[in-house]
């Protein structure tokens, strides 16, 4: 009779086994995926060539994250679609809107030292795109531009990446060097 309770005992043990070999532990490969739960954001640095000046004008990052090949965030800001994100910085602060909404809110994910200007977005707050498209414009208080990037550029929203948009040479002569775009890169992080 003991010999039976051992002999079962092994049987069970070893189909245990066999389960957890078979279908294997709950955790997420090595490399760069995140633990389960972990959250992205998106870290934007924009470099002007004098000094961060929201007194005399606006700073937009605009974004576009719903992948669609049909609009661009170009650099007209009236042109901008009902679909695209915006992070404003003007004499009142930093802003966060999407364009079909009628009101702006306050963003306290933003922090300017000298000639920059960096922000940090939650990917959950574009809706968790696999990529989000970026520009940068610069304008007057009236809205009318005084630099932007070449063209916008886009990040793939994988842990890790990387990318920098193209700035033409010569800058804004409206505006003066507080509203010349030098260099404007975006990485993706996790959020802490």
Known sequence: MRIMNVKRAIIFLLAIG???VVTGCARWPEGS??????EYQLEITVEVAGEINADDGIYYIVLDANESLVDEPGDNVEDWEDDFYYVKLDGMGFHFAQVKDDSESLFGEGNISGNILEVTIALSDLGDPNSVDINVVTTDSE?????????????YTDL???????VSEGG?????????????????????
């Open 160 to 166: 890790g990446s990387t990318e920098e948009g193209v």
């Open 143 to 155: 809205n009318e531009t005084h630099d932007h990037l070449d063209s916008y550029f886009t990040i």
């Open 18 to 20: 066999l389960i957890v």
């Open 172 to 192: 804004s002569e409206e505006g003066g060097a507080d509203f010349d775009i030098v260099k404007v890169t975006a990485i993706i992080t996790t959020l802490y």
């Open 33 to 38: 995926e995140p633990e389960p739960g972990t």
